[in-house]
């Protein structure tokens, strides 16, 4: 049975190599965008198998029904929504899905 120290040093090892994935993603896109997707993809199983929520600033970056990460400018396209409660939403090229994100109010 595992003791709870090592359990929190499982998860820890965990976040530190979904940072270092979806880093090395992130700059590999341009010129390997098969290769940073096998980089996102390895970090969601890694975040499944821990049993650990994916950092915000990554959520962001993979679509919510393909589960495919996300590249602005290539495989996203980001618009801002405006109105009472302006927002960001990101579109999916691949699946052709909306995704909203941080909701920003007016101020008077």
């Known amino acids: ?31 390997d965008p098969e290769l940073a997707q096998r980089y996102g993809d390895l970090a969601r199983k890694i975040v499944m198998k821990a049993r650990i929520r994916m950092p915000e600033k990554w959520r962001i970056r993979f679509c919510r029904k393909c589960k495919k990460f996300l590249y602005p400018g290539i495989t996203t396209h980001v618009r801002i929504k405006s109105g009472v409660s302006s927002r960001v939403v990101y579109y999916c090229d691949i699946c052709k899905v909306g995704k909203k994100s941080k909701q920003f109010s007016k101020s008077s």
């Open 1 to 31: 049975m595992s003791s709870r120290r090592e359990k929190q040093a499982t998860k820890k090892i965990a976040q530190e190599r979904i940072e270092i994935l979806l880093t090395l993603a992130d700059g590999i896109y341009s010129e």
